[in-house]
């Protein structure tokens, strides 16, 4: 069974970088897609970063030119390294892998089969 593990959120002012870490189990690098989704309270849960099959990202503009997706060498580990931390960042953050969809469907969190359990992030002003 697969499983995903999120973590490295925390606390951290206006400006501030953090490196989330999701440490996947039972999971394919070379056959599924990832992404990283973030839920502010009150809010629906919205796409950040899109790590694709073939190692194209995507980012949502809101974060571009500030996050970065990536995985490690030897790929267990999906990272979300996050710079220039704006309060609105602030949300639970989760990692998620698939391999059911293909093209402008990797935005849409329902062909996301594996779910992290979610880190908080909270930038403060």
């Known amino acids: 069974q697969a499983q995903l593990e999120d973590s490295g959120g925390g606390s951290v002012q206006t400006g501030g970088s953090l490196r989330l870490s999701c440490t996947a189990s039972?999971?394919?690098?070379?056959?599924?897609?990832f992404g990283w989704f973030r839920q502010a309270p009150g809010k629906e849960r919205e796409w950040v970063a899109i790590?694709?099959?073939?190692?194209?990202?995507i980012y949502a503009d809101s974060v571009k030119g500030r996050f970065t997706i990536s995985q490690s060498n030897d790929k267990p580990t999906l990272y979300l390294l996050m710079s220039s931390l704006k309060p609105e960042d602030t949300a639970m953050y989760y990692c998620?892998?698939?391999?059911?969809?293909?093209?402008?469907?990797?935005?849409?969190?329902?062909?996301?089969?594996?779910w992290g359990q979610g880190t908080q992030v909270t930038v403060s002003s």
């Open positions: 998620a892998a698939g391999y059911t969809g293909t093209g402008s469907l990797l935005l849409q969190s329902r062909v996301y089969k594996y």
């Open positions: 039972g999971v394919n690098f070379n056959t599924h897609y």
């Open positions: 790590l694709d099959v073939d190692g194209r990202t």
